[in-house]
């Protein structure tokens, strides 16, 4: 996600509602503000605190409270149980300050997967959440956690942005075969033993790059039943078929951390569905991506030098229309743009009955496509991010 964030400069960007106002309003979340130098008692504090406010939520005992408190006076360390585990990951999705689709955050389901010692374990737990979140196309919400860092030990890392993404491969001219945002990650799959399908063709999914707890990094494939994908037609348009246009089902996002109380879980992949703009107005259009704009205009007949002919726009929404259409016609979960911003629009109202801050970031929540017709449009957002949460961390393979 961090990869492809959208350019700022827009209207809501700048103009957030003042922090001292929520804190007042709601002073649990004080404690839950990013800062610097809080000690894991702290932290854990303020989520106990959080907890114990969820209507739905399992509660916290006072007999709770002390023993994580002792626990990590004893061990600098405290386990969550698998309920503050499940609502961990659940406020960590109503707090994602980037994602539109939030409405449904406590329908969030949770593996809990931090019994896996073995890096062959990690990767078993890794394939089981791509089939079970894929569910047939009946795309279940799911986060599998691992277990979190610990002093002294090399916490897990899964290598890829998420569990399934096709390769790029960059030929000597510099023409990438595949999805130029995995150009990079393709080429260190290769330098480490993987070998690419005989025939290599735009759409071959990787495989997970997984290290950590001694374990050097090692790769693991995905066994190729186990990945539903969507041919790309179009309802109308029969030549569009012939484009051989395809995508994944589930966007499984694996390189965030999710922190929970201060405890860190570095490997901890999570998954909503898609809504179409990502794939018909992002990873099939980006001119750094997939690039069909040109040739769906050029089919439909519509491609021009003249950019005031909205060549581009036409194809652009001939291209969602057929991303949207083929996803329902194979029974795949999926939600259109505007849907998504109703629902949005829903989960606002919801947090702000409830007394709880209602953050965004503006440049994330409006689509990619048709953005003023988006009743999210005119509105401004406080960017905080509370925890818990999932953060970007570093790359650095
Ligand atoms: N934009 C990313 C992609 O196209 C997926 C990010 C998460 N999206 C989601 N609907 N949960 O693969």
């Known amino acids: 996600m961090s990869r492809d964030a959208k350019s700022g400069g827009c209207p809501g960007s700048g103009d957030v509602s003042p922090k001292s106002a929520v804190c007042e309003a709601n002073p649990v979340y004080a404690g839950l503000l990013p800062r610097a130098g809080r000690s894991l008692s702290e932290e854990a504090e303020a989520f106990l605190d959080l907890l114990s406010m969820e209507p739905a939520g399992p509660g916290v005992t006072e007999a709770r409270r002390s023993e994580v408190l002792r626990d990590i006076q004893r061990h600098g360390f405290y386990e969550h149980t698998s309920e503050e585990l499940l609502w961990g990951c659940r406020f960590a999705w109503r707090h994602s300050v980037r994602c539109v689709g939030r409405y449904f955050w406590k329908q969030l389901e949770v593996r809990d997967a931090r019994h896996c010692a073995a890096i062959e374990d990690v990767a078993a737990g890794c394939i089981e959440h791509v089939r079970v979140a894929t569910n047939g196309g009946a795309i279940r919400p799911l986060v599998t956690v691992f277990a979190p860092e610990r002093e002294g030990v090399e916490p897990w890392r899964i290598w890829n942005y998420e569990l399934v993404r096709y390769a790029g491969y ?10 130029p945002a995995e150009a990079e990650f393709t080429q260190k799959c290769i330098s480490l033993g993987w070998n690419p399908p005989g025939s290599r063709s735009a759409f071959d999914a990787l495989p997970i790059l997984i290290s950590g707890q001694g374990f050097p990094v090692r790769f693991f494939e995905v066994p190729k039943a186990d990945v539903l994908e969507v041919a790309i037609e179009h309802p109308e348009f029969e030549w569009f078929a012939d484009l051989r246009l395809r995508w994944y089902a589930v966007p499984i996002v694996s390189n965030m951390r999710l922190d929970i109380g201060g405890i860190r879980y570095t490997a901890a992949p999570f998954n909503g569905w ?7 107005a992002r990873n099939l259009a980006d ?11 050029e089919r439909m007949g519509v491609l021009s030098r003249r950019e005031n002919s909205l060549w581009r726009d036409r194809a652009l929404v001939e291209l969602n229309r057929a991303v949207l259409y083929s996803f329902q016609r194979d029974g795949v979960r999926m939600v259109d743009h505007h849907t998504v911003s109703d629902l949005h629009v829903l989960f606002e109202q919801q947090e702000a009955a409830v007394g709880r801050p209602v953050t965004g970031r503006w440049d994330w929540l409006i689509p990619p496509l048709s953005g003023a017709t988006s009743p999210l449009w005119n509105r401004t957002y406080d960017p905080t991010e509370y925890s818990p949460n999932f953060f970007p961390q570093p790359m650095d393979w």
């Open 170 to 179: 960059r030929a000597e001219d510099g023409e990438v075969l595949g999805d």
């Open 274 to 280: 898609y809504m179409g703009t990502e794939i018909g």
């Open 287 to 297: 001119i750094g991506r997939y690039n069909m704009l040109p040739e769906i205009a």
